[in-house]
């Protein structure tokens, strides 16, 4: 079992920065794929970023590239997202995801634990 615990959401008004934290334990996932997606009222959930906990290497949603940028932290066991220049249509849930798979999928359906989602509330 792998347990997820988010942080860092809050209200922000656009243009504005927030990093969100996601920390993990559990069995060893040193071979992991962490991602972070994002769900708002009456949208299905949606991928935002993704990184390979062995090597860094990452992926981004066309919506968030340029803006978001995903990292690990090995010594701390935690993963982030700092969200720059922020948008009213990045309001959501941000939910921070794990998939025993070293390939960095962008579905949803291939993560096999979820943390508990964290708001992120983007005022215009």
């Known amino acids: 079992q792998v347990q997820l615990v988010e942080s860092g959401g809050g209200l922000v008004q656009a243009g504005g920065s927030l990093r969100l934290s996601c920390a993990v334990s559990?069995?060893?996932?040193?071979?992991?794929?962490m991602a972070w997606f994002r769900q708002a009222p009456g949208n299905e959930r949606e991928f935002v970023a993704t990184?390979?906990?062995?090597?860094?290497?990452?992926s981004y949603a066309n919506s968030v590239k340029g803006r978001f940028s995903i990292s690990r932290d090995t010594a701390k066991n935690t993963v982030y997202l700092q969200m720059n220049s922020l948008k009213p249509e990045d309001t959501a849930i941000y939910y921070c995801?794990?998939?025993?798979?070293?390939?960095?999928?962008?579905?949803?359906?291939?993560?096999?634990?979820w943390g508990q989602g964290t708001q992120v509330t983007v005022s215009s």
């Open positions: 990184i390979s906990w062995r090597t860094a290497s990452t």
């Open positions: 559990g069995r060893t996932f040193s071979q992991y794929t």
């Open positions: 995801a794990a998939s025993s798979s070293s390939t960095r999928w962008t579905s949803q359906y291939r993560y096999d634990y």
